[in-house]
């Protein structure tokens, strides 16, 4: 082996000292090459420490946002933390050398591969955190979360924050390759390895199970390259999860400039419940309340609408509907491209607000409201680490928050304020559960019964210390507060557990009522509302009621979008009695198992998957629907029915 030094790894090494007798042209001109070949020996050396600057970028993106977090890990999940950092080293370091190239054919695929990873995986990573205090992971992808915020209206509406964390990552992508050329080319023998290094590099990021290390516990780009992995395998494996439809990213028809002519002062404060059933609540005041005490003492006065049934029991669904006015049969297309409420309070320079404890990144939630001009929001991992995907954040939380930040909005103002904990497996606290008992202990059916109605207590805590502060608010004469559940919860009463099975009425029978102080509503209003307690409603009248207490139902700009809407203001009566489809399966969400049905008044025919054959009920007389009536009995309802997309061939006559 030589053991002659190469010149070209160290300029200093393998050179004769200088001639003293050389001439001083000789030894200007040895100097200056010595000089070149220094010079060429830190060029080559800078530019391989290049190479690094990807990877310390985003390792220092996740140290400015998340320290805190990182700081409590234990060693293991530093570990991983550590782990991840490499692959994303490896990975970076190796497109980069290849994207420095000047002659490799290759150096365009690896100069578009870190745009694309600057856009994807370092920019929408660093958005994403900044909206919902989280990154998109696999867990996120799995339940139907897009990996990009929505083109076109979010990036224009939200345009200052969308700049601030894609522009800084796409011009590093643009620009280290220039830089790491000037400086030093990257070898043609050095591409190949470099290709092996980054496609390893990038399967390990894909491939490896994020179950190892903590929850969110690797660099954002890794996450976005595992979360990747995930959803190729579970695509592969024909995940149902992941085929289903879900909801998408909205392309809302503008609304025209509002005047909004409420009747009589007021603001608007709309509270949503997760999956609470009405027979689990005190709906009007009841002196001995023991499922919702809180909110039955701070709102005595409140008026009750006992006969209120959505029209699924999907929250996505739900949302839908009470938001927009459109019942689920619409196409996606219309649910798509319908305006929400803020929509309208906004062309109406109406402030707006929505805090909620759901966890946005869950089921596209996040993604559907991309774009909506809400000047006031926060969501459940604005509100703390690790929320569950389920559950959300923490109710208490969610009202904590909603009280601090009520004097923010300005009158007039729409509120929607959106709990969670209620779903299942149904969050408790052992300080607080009432329902308790022995069969809680033991596991079997009755224990998911009392736990579900212990987490409703508990939510009604948080509920009731809101109602409170809400009532004491400076401007509480003008609030009037609309409450409602999404939907129910079946719990065994007709051999199924959950919900988004069937439209029996434990799944979507809902709670409802309607607190407005004195000078919140005429006389002739509060008279329509109380009459309306005992009859058969539906979560369509929610959209018109909300726009006609904030004075836009009758618009002239709002007339277009009117026309679609299928309810009616409860300020003038609500609905009439008229046949409507009902059921879980939109084009907004798949349902994972199918059911139909149709209801007028308190008449309902309903089949779904496992019971093909129609089912008639009046759920006055029967509440617990027991008994079926026969088909003949909702004969009228059965062209609605059977006129849904899937019915047949199970559709019987």
Not at 127 to 139: G, P, S
């Amino acid at each position: 082996m030589s053991n002659v030094a190469d010149p070209k790894e160290n300029p200093e090494e393998g050179r004769d000292p200088p001639d003293p007798r050389a001439s001083k042209t000789e030894r200007a001109t040895s100097r200056l090459l010595r000089g070149r070949a220094r010079a060429l020996f830190i060029r080559r050396w800078v530019a391989r420490a290049m190479c690094i600057i990807p990877a310390v970028a985003i390792l220092g993106l996740d140290l400015a946002r998340r320290a805190p977090r990182l700081r409590a890990y234990d060693q293991h999940e530093l570990t991983f933390y550590i782990l991840s950092f490499l692959l994303s080293l490896a990975f970076w370091g190796s497109v980069a050398i290849v994207a420095a190239s000047r002659h490799a054919p290759s150096r365009w695929l690896a100069r578009v591969l870190l745009v694309l990873g600057a856009i994807f995986a370092v920019g929408a990573q660093v958005y994403t955190f900044d909206r919902y205090q989280a990154y998109l992971d696999h867990r996120a992808v799995l339940v139907g979360t897009q990996m990009m915020p929505s083109v076109g209206q979010q990036i224009w509406f939200d345009r200052t924050n969308v700049s601030k964390a894609l522009l800084p990552p796409i011009a590093l992508a643009l620009l280290l390759p220039f830089f790491m050329k000037r400086l030093a080319p990257a070898r043609k023998m050095v591409v190949g390895a470099a290709w092996d290094t980054a496609v390893t590099a990038l399967l390990f990021s894909m491939f490896l199970s994020p179950e190892r290390g903590a929850d969110q516990g690797t660099l954002p780009d890794v996450m976005y390259f595992s979360s990747m992995g995930q959803l190729a395998r579970a695509r592969w494996d024909h995940n149902e999860t992941v085929e289903r439809v879900h909801p998408g990213a909205r392309a809302p028809i503008p609304v025209p400039k509002l005047i909004a002519t409420p009747k009589v002062k007021r603001n608007v404060i709309m509270i949503v419940t997760e999956s609470v059933r009405s027979i689990s609540t005190c709906i009007g005041y009841d002196p001995d309340c023991k499922y919702t005490p809180f909110s039955n003492k701070e709102v005595p006065d409140r008026m009750p609408l006992r006969q209120m049934r959505a029209m699924d029991s999907t929250t996505a669904i739900s949302l839908s509907v009470m938001w927009s006015g459109l019942p689920p049969t619409e196409t996606r297309e219309a649910m798509h491209s319908a305006p929400l409420l803020w929509e309208y309070t906004n062309a109406a320079g109406i402030d707006g607000a929505y805090f909620t404890s759901q966890n946005l990144l869950f089921g596209n939630s996040g993604t559907w409201l991309e774009g909506t001009p809400i000047p006031h929001e926060v969501s459940a991992t604005q509100l703390e680490e690790n929320p569950t995907y389920e559950m959300g954040a923490d109710d208490g939380r969610l009202a904590d928050y909603t009280i601090a930040h009520m004097k923010d909005l300005k009158e007039p103002f729409l509120s929607v304020i959106h709990f969670s904990n209620t779903h299942f497996p149904y969050k408790i606290d052992d300080a607080h559960m009432p329902f308790e008992n022995e069969a809680a202990k033991r596991g079997d059916e009755a224990s998911l019964v009392w736990r579900y109605q212990d987490s409703i207590y508990l939510q009604d805590i948080a509920l009731g210390r809101m109602l409170k502060a809400l009532k004491e608010l400076p401007n509480a004469d003008h609030n009037v507060i609309l409450f409602v559940s999404d939907h129910g919860e079946q719990l065994w009463e007709h051999g199924g557990g959950g919900h988004t099975f069937s439209m029996w009425d434990v799944e979507i029978k809902i709670p409802a009522w309607i607190y407005a102080p004195p000078k919140s509503l005429t006389d002739e209003e509060r008279k329509n509302i109380v009459a309306a307690a005992d009859r058969p409603l539906l979560s369509l009248d929610v959209f018109p009621t909300i726009m006609d207490l904030m004075g836009l139902w009758d618009a002239p700009g709002v007339q277009p979008f009117k026309a679609k809407a299928k309810g009616e203001s409860l300020l003038r009566g609500g609905s009439p009695e008229r046949a409507t489809e009902i059921t879980n399966c939109s084009t907004l969400w798949a349902c994972a198992f199918k059911n139909w049905g149709a209801i007028k008044g308190s008449r309902k025919l309903i089949a779904h998957q496992a019971d093909p054959q129609w089912h008639c009920f009046d759920t006055l007389i029967d509440p617990d629907e027991q008994h079926d009536l026969g088909v003949e009995a909702c004969q009228d309802l059965l062209p609605l029915a059977e006129g849904q997309p899937g019915t047949r061939p199970w559709g019987v006559r």
